[in-house]
């Protein structure tokens, strides 16, 4: 599947990852679906996530989902502001394939 990952550049490709979402909600959704969750750039696609998940992790990626989570409002003393919106990936893996985070050899 390198033809999806062509299309795109790999700078780019590098940075619309920007790290993966480790709780507990994502361990279920995990071991539940074969997902796995991400944080990446507001403004990237769907195909550039499936891509840069395919070139960095040499998996291939069933299907990818997103959403944006609005910033909360907090205060900082008397002032009120806002924190930053995170767009998710939920990028559902094919079956077999496996992502490992902890750093171990398979």
């Given at each position: 599947m390198s033809g999806a990952a062509q299309k795109f550049d790999e700078g780019r490709l590098a940075?619309?990852?920007?790290?993966?979402?480790?709780?507990?909600?994502?361990t279920r959704i995990?071991?539940?679906?074969?997902?796995?969750l991400f944080k990446v750039l507001r403004d990237a696609s769907k195909p550039?996530?499936?891509?840069?998940?395919?070139?960095?992790?040499k998996v291939q990626v069933a299907s990818v989902s997103t959403l944006v989570q609005k910033g909360k409002a907090?205060?900082?003393?008397r002032n009120?502001?806002?924190?930053?919106?995170?767009?998710?990936?939920?990028?559902?893996?094919?079956?077999g394939q496996e992502l490992n985070f902890s750093g171990e050899a398979a």
């Open positions: 940075q619309v990852l920007v790290a993966p979402i480790i709780s507990e909600k994502a995990g071991e539940k679906h074969n997902q796995v550039e996530i499936k891509a840069a998940v395919e070139l960095m992790f907090k205060r900082f003393g009120f502001g806002r924190r930053d919106h995170v767009k998710k990936a939920y990028v559902s893996l094919k079956a």
